[in-house]
């Protein structure tokens, strides 16, 4: 049973900045394109942030370049965002999501999804 676990999310100021988590287990890790989406309220997912199988190369939505840091540890099987400066419109549920095939961007549906972490961003 393939299970993605984020974790990390939280009340923060902003201009502050938070590091996600999300921790699989059940499948092969290192075979799998991770990324993240978010989805705040009364508004469609989008994508974030995605990295290949070996971190080798990734993508990030425009809206959080220079902000934002995807990276992973495929001997912990986890997968990071490093959040910086964050702004209120980052405010949003961050999902983490594996597929098997790269590049992953706001077409893909992905393989698996985590539940979710709730991000605030506060003034």
């Known amino acids: 049973q393939v299970q993605l676990v984020e974790s990390g999310g939280g009340l923060v100021q902003a201009g502050g900045s938070l590091r996600l988590s999300c921790a699989a287990s059940g499948l092969t890790f290192s075979t799998y394109a991770m990324g993240w989406f978010r989805q705040a309220p009364e508004k469609e997912r989008e994508f974030v942030s995605a990295i290949s199988w070996t971190g080798g190369s990734i993508h990030h939505a425009d809206s959080v370049k220079g902000r934002f840091t995807i990276s992973r540890d495929n001997a912990k099987n986890t997968v990071y965002l490093q959040m910086d400066n964050l702004k209120l419109e980052d405010t949003a549920v961050y999902f983490c999501?594996?597929?098997?095939?790269?590049?992953?961007?706001?077409?893909?549906?992905?393989?698996?999804w985590g539940q979710g972490t709730q991000v605030t961003v506060s003034s």
């Open positions: 999501v594996a597929q098997t095939k790269w590049p992953m961007g706001s077409w893909s549906r992905g393989d698996y």
